[in-house]
């Protein structure tokens, strides 16, 4: 058998071999809604499942399937889905695996649109959601129910940074014959592998470090090939929130630089996480790659690096952490993360602002904190900014 060669040889040839046609190195863009079939019978014989064969875009499209295929050899999955979001992404796999009667238990801290599509999953579908702290093993015990059917999980949680032990859920899970299923748009595949340490799902909101660069929305499912499949003909083909071959494109383009933004990225937040913890106006400083934090260790455990988003708390509360934001220049006060740009923004009032006040209060996103995604600016750049954003208020 052919060795596995190493992470980023992978990301740079996960485009496959050059186009058989034309000898292209770039893989060809599918831009195309429909595909033609010889004849009637070919036609019927792909639509019963008979031949393989693409149909029609919304079903699949070549340039999606090298996407999926890259992806999967990345996370180490079976396969990929590839959707129009990330969000889509969650809500296909989680659809598929749950009906209605069923418990999903959520670690307690999740990006706000997540926390709303569980909460319209409990309202209009019947599906009983239960929020835990998956960090303290016991309390994931207690809050398993014998219906509990999907564990999901963020780690890092956005927008506090905290880790969940996914060798540690997924030994749960497989006793109580739950699913796993982990958001790993922080982490991305280069720094976290979930499905090595037992998680049976991977989501990623491909919109940002697999995209990288700001000019994508999507997202994709990793995993278990059958399930995938299973989406693939259901809840992808009726809902429908499939990606653009062009999008696809752009992330296929993305990905072979991923290693080299990531490295960038941890780099430029470790700087970010130093300057910010020696300065008198920063309160905590959220980083698991910080020697400082709890998690420290786990996240040399489980991730090669922590990544480059950083949270952090404003000593002057609300007030000062709106104010020092209304002054950052260089950093682009905006939600979204993983792009080339230094992004930053208010989880209270942008991300999580759909999280009723009391539950946000819970997750520890208070009016004092800030989420930074760090960019691949020259980190002086980064910091200079930063430091007269602060500097101006307590002046
Ligand atoms: C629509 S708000 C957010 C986008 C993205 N999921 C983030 O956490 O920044």
């Given at each position: 058998?052919e060795e596995?060669?190493?992470?980023?040889?992978?990301?740079v040839?996960?485009?496959?071999?050059?186009?058989?046609?034309?000898?292209?190195?770039?893989?060809p863009?599918?831009?195309?809604?429909?595909?033609?079939f010889d004849?009637?019978?070919?036609?019927?014989?792909?639509f019963?499942g008979?031949?393989?064969g693409?149909?029609?875009?919304r079903?699949?499209?070549?340039?999606?399937?090298?996407?999926?295929?890259?992806?999967?050899?990345l996370?180490?999955?079976?396969?990929?889905?590839?959707f129009?979001s990330g969000?889509?992404?969650?809500?296909?796999v989680?659809?598929?695996?749950?009906?209605n009667?069923?418990?999903?238990?959520c670690?307690d801290?999740?990006?706000?649109?997540?926390?709303?599509?569980?909460?319209l999953?409990?309202?209009?579908?019947?599906i009983?959601?239960?929020?835990a702290?998956?960090?303290?093993p016991?309390e994931?015990?207690?809050a398993?129910?014998?219906n509990t059917?999907?564990?999901?999980?963020?780690t890092?949680?956005?927008p506090?940074?905290n880790?969940?032990?996914?060798e540690a859920?997924?030994?749960?899970?497989?006793q109580?014959g739950?699913?796993?299923?982990?958001?790993?748009?922080?982490a991305?595949p280069y720094?976290q592998?979930?499905?090595?340490l037992?998680a049976?799902?991977?989501?990623?909101?491909?919109?940002?470090?697999?995209?990288?660069?700001g000019?994508v929305?999507?997202?994709?499912?990793?995993?278990?090939?059958e399930i995938?499949?299973e989406?693939?003909?259901?809840?992808l083909?009726?809902?429908g929130?499939?990606?653009s071959p062009f999008?696809?494109?752009?992330?296929?383009?993305?990905?072979?630089?991923?290693a080299v933004?990531?490295?960038?990225?941890v780099?430029?937040?470790?700087?970010v996480?130093r300057?910010?913890?020696?300065?008198?106006?920063?309160?905590?400083?959220?980083y698991?790659?910080?020697?400082?934090?709890?998690?420290n260790?786990?996240?040399?455990?489980q991730m090669?690096?922590?990544g480059?988003v950083?949270g952090f708390?404003?000593k002057?509360?609300?007030s000062?952490?709106?104010?020092?934001?209304?002054?950052?220049r260089?950093?682009?006060?905006t939600v979204?993360l993983?792009?080339t740009t230094?992004?930053i923004q208010?989880?209270?009032?942008m991300?999580h602002a759909?999280?009723?006040?009391?539950?946000?209060e819970?997750?520890?996103?208070?009016?004092?904190l800030?989420?930074?995604s760090?960019g691949?600016?020259?980190?002086?750049?980064?910091?200079a900014?930063?430091?007269?954003?602060?500097?101006?208020?307590?002046?």
């Amino acid at each position: 058998m052919e060795e596995k060669k190493g992470f980023s040889t992978r990301l740079v040839h996960g485009g496959g071999e050059p186009c058989p046609q034309t000898g292209s190195l770039i893989p060809p863009l599918y831009q195309t809604s429909t595909f033609v079939f010889d004849n009637v019978e070919q036609g019927a014989k792909r639509f019963a499942g008979e031949e393989k064969g693409y149909i029609y875009s919304r079903l699949g499209n070549p340039t999606l399937t090298r996407l999926e295929e890259a992806l999967a050899d990345l996370e180490e999955a079976e396969a990929g889905l590839a959707f129009g979001s990330g969000m889509a992404a969650v809500s296909g796999v989680l659809i598929a695996l749950l009906k209605n009667g069923d418990h999903l238990l959520c670690g307690d801290t999740v990006y706000g649109c997540t926390y709303g599509l569980l909460r319209l999953f409990q309202e209009k579908f019947g599906i009983e959601v239960g929020f835990a702290d998956l960090s303290a093993p016991e309390e994931a015990v207690k809050a398993i129910q014998p219906n509990t059917r999907v564990i999901y999980l963020e780690t890092p949680v956005n927008p506090t940074m905290n880790l969940v032990d996914l060798e540690a859920v997924s030994r749960l899970a497989r006793q109580t014959g739950a699913w796993v299923v982990v958001d790993n748009t922080f982490a991305t595949p280069y720094l976290q592998q979930p499905l090595k340490l037992g998680a049976d799902f991977v989501v990623h909101s491909a919109t940002k470090y697999i995209g990288g660069h700001g000019d994508v929305i999507a997202g994709i499912t990793l995993g278990k090939r059958e399930i995938l499949d299973e989406i693939r003909s259901t809840t992808l083909k009726d809902i429908g929130g499939v990606l653009s071959p062009f999008d696809a494109w752009l992330l296929l383009r993305g990905l072979r630089t991923l290693a080299v933004r990531m490295d960038r990225h941890v780099a430029n937040a470790r700087e970010v996480v130093r300057f910010l913890e020696n300065h008198p106006a920063v309160g905590e400083v959220l980083y698991p790659g910080s020697p400082n934090h709890p998690q420290n260790r786990l996240a040399n455990r489980q991730m090669r690096a922590p990544g480059g988003v950083v949270g952090f708390r404003l000593k002057g509360g609300e007030s000062a952490a709106r104010a020092f934001l209304d002054r950052v220049r260089l950093c682009r006060l905006t939600v979204s993360l993983g792009e080339t740009t230094t992004l930053i923004q208010h989880p209270a009032t942008m991300t999580h602002a759909v999280v009723p006040a009391d539950a946000r209060e819970q997750m520890g996103i208070t009016g004092d904190l800030v989420r930074i995604s760090t960019g691949i600016e020259d980190i002086q750049d980064i910091i200079a900014d930063l430091e007269q954003a602060l500097d101006k208020g307590s002046s």
